[in-house]
Nanobody, 118 residues
Framework: QVQLVESGGGWVQAGGSLRLSCAASGSRFSIRAMGWARQAPGRQREFVARITSEDITNYADSVKGRFIISRDNAKNTAYLQMNSLSSEDTAVYYC????????????WGPGTRVTVSS
């Protein structure tokens, strides 16, 4: 089973930037895509961004133009560069990975909290 470790969350003032990292580890797996979702207090978890093994990316409309997702395939790590942050971006951010290990599976990280102060 693949495990994910997220880092980079924290507190930032509105207009600032943060960079989240997500490292996947395990044995004999092949990553197909990695992504991020977030859950704000009192709200459902929502999609943020996704990047495939072919570097095809897609974003939620709410973050398009401000967030950039990228990958380091050699390190099985995904990054989320978040710019022009606002209080609306305050949430717990969860990394996810779609991978093949005997079959197609999905794993989620424990989450990292991002707080944007206005």
């Amino acid at each position: 089973q693949v495990q994910l470790v997220e880092s980079g969350g924290g507190w930032v003032q509105a207009g600032g930037s943060l960079r989240l990292s997500c490292a996947a580890s395990g044995s004999r797996f092949s990553i197909r895509a990695m992504g991020w979702a977030r859950q704000a207090p009192g709200r459902q978890r929502e999609f943020v961004a996704r990047i495939t093994s072919e570097d095809i990316t897609n974003y939620a409309d709410s973050v398009k133009g401000r967030f950039i997702i990228s990958r380091d395939n050699a390190k099985n790590t995904a990054y989320l560069q978040m710019n022009s942050l606002s209080s609306e971006d305050t949430a717990v951010y969860y990394c996810n990975v779609e991978y093949i290990q005997d079959s197609m599976q999905t794993a989620w990280g424990p989450g990292t909290r991002v707080t944007v102060s206005s």
